[in-house]
């Protein structure tokens, strides 16, 4: 998973993918709801969401409270590890009923949107520094797709803040627990 | 509870235009095709956009869709996005900043509040996007929830730099419907009664509403539009206007709640410039009737 940044922004990136939960070793709801089905067209708009092919969609790892969990303990990693963290992008997509975000990611700091490098430009035009954003598609439901990745990125980062990310990055144990770690430069030349 | 901690101060944006159209179930008749849906929808968001962007303004402004139940196949899958937001570009110029979802109903108060503290833009245009392109929110729901509706509707603000943002909380309990209502009653505490305009409920919740917020509160409109959702108050607000044109700057105070808790509660200015466009709903069966609600 990568981020295209806008022209003439740089950062860091780090991501990998999730082969098991990180969450692992308890038991815990599923919470899967179900869409009160009776009519046959409704069953023909349910199997839109299926996922036939000749790969198999990745499994689902983790509920839908524990990817609000993942993703606020993820902000709350950056705002304590990261200093001048203007604000965090996160890529969270609906609709989830029956399931409140944590107080974490309703935050004025947080913005929840279905793609975090669209709301880019707009905060890189007012010459904000040390913007976050986080990439995810991990699975918590049937009907999603996704291939349980995961990337935290901060662009624009002060020297200060760029190594700073780096410390947290490997003392992070959500990103630890990712396979396929990789921690790279984003944009034109490695940031300052 | 503190008056400040609950009641957001000042006016954060003076309202020029506000645009909506209700949708009829099912979104162009039981026949039609998740594709066929989306492509109405983003061809209503584009004209609503370019309706609004034909008003000359002396900058580019931001443009959020906010939404509380279009698919997962929109929001989630990237490739459909993607479209969504081409397409939205292609006729308007103006390439959406996001999809903001997952704060449901109270989805265009963060989305402000975002604009407000996080970029420099002085004017935003919100298009919030409710449709059930699957056809699939019937009975069930509505047993839930009462009366679902339908629409698109875009709202052109101009923000107020350096004004307190929309007061955006939660997760609270009981949908945050308790505490929206308290916040409002802080708010008339510390300005006066002001024209208030909150989500259309079912009769029984209503009533609770109409005890604590009292004359001030805009009429529920729920027999006519069912709960549209995070459209509900810019709906109250378009036919308050509409059928009382203010002949001079007036102050109004607009809430949502959302399901799961959150909450949002800013106070706006609107005046005789502010433009309604009530459009005729679409039919269930895709034409677009003649005579509005």
Known sequence: MTIDLPHGAAGWLAGGVYRRSPLAGSYYPAELDYVPMTRPAEYAQGALFEQVGATPPAPVLVSLSQRYRILAELVRGLRAGIPGLSCVLVRVYGPDFNIALPADLLAADVLLVHDPVEALPGVLAAGRRNVAVIQQDLRADGPERGANTLAVGLVQPDPDAALRFQAWVRACPLLQALEELRVEALGEGRPS | MSIAATCPGGTFARVHRIATRRIER????????????????????????????????????????????????????????????????????????????????????????????????????????????????????????????????????????????????????????????????????????????????????????????????????????????????????????????????????????????????????????????????????????????
């Open chain 2, 26 to 293: 099912p979104l162009l008749g039981a026949a039609a095709g998740f594709r066929e849906r989306l492509d109405w929808l983003t061809g209503e968001i584009g004209d609503q956009l370019a309706d609004v962007l034909a008003q000359p303004v002396d900058d580019r402004p931001l443009n959020l869709v906010c939404s509380t139940t279009l698919s997962k196949m929109v929001s989630g899958w990237r490739g459909n996005a993607a479209t969504l937001f081409d397409r939205i570009e292609a006729r308007t110029g103006l390439r959406p900043a996001g999809l903001l979802e997952g704060y449901q109903c109270a989805g265009w108060g963060f989305a402000a509040r975002y604009a407000a503290t996080h970029t420099d833009h002085r004017w935003l245009t919100l298009s919030i996007v409710d449709a059930d392109l699957h056809d699939l929110m019937a009975a069930g729901y509505e047993d839930v929830i009462g009366g679902i509706g339908f629409g698109v509707t875009t709202v052109s603000l101009e923000l107020e730099r350096g004004a307190a943002p929309p007061l955006c909380a939660g997760p609270a309990p009981n949908h945050g419907f308790t505490d929206l209502l308290h916040a409002v009653r802080a708010c008339q505490k510390r300005s006066g009664p002001v024209p208030t305009f909150l989500p259309f409920l079912p009769a029984g919740t209503a009533s609770i509403a109409k005890r604590m917020v009292g004359d001030s509160l805009a009429p529920n409109r729920h027999d006519c539009y069912g709960h549209t959702f995070g459209s509900d108050p810019w709906i109250g607000l378009a036919e308050w206007l509409q059928a009382t044109p203010p002949e001079a700057g007036q102050q109004v105070l607009l809430g949502a709640f959302a399901y799961d808790g959150y909450y949002t509660l800013g106070s706006a200015q609107v005046g005789p410039d502010t433009r309604v466009d009530l459009r005729p709903a679409l039919a269930g069966g895709g034409a677009a009737a003649g005579a509005r609600p």
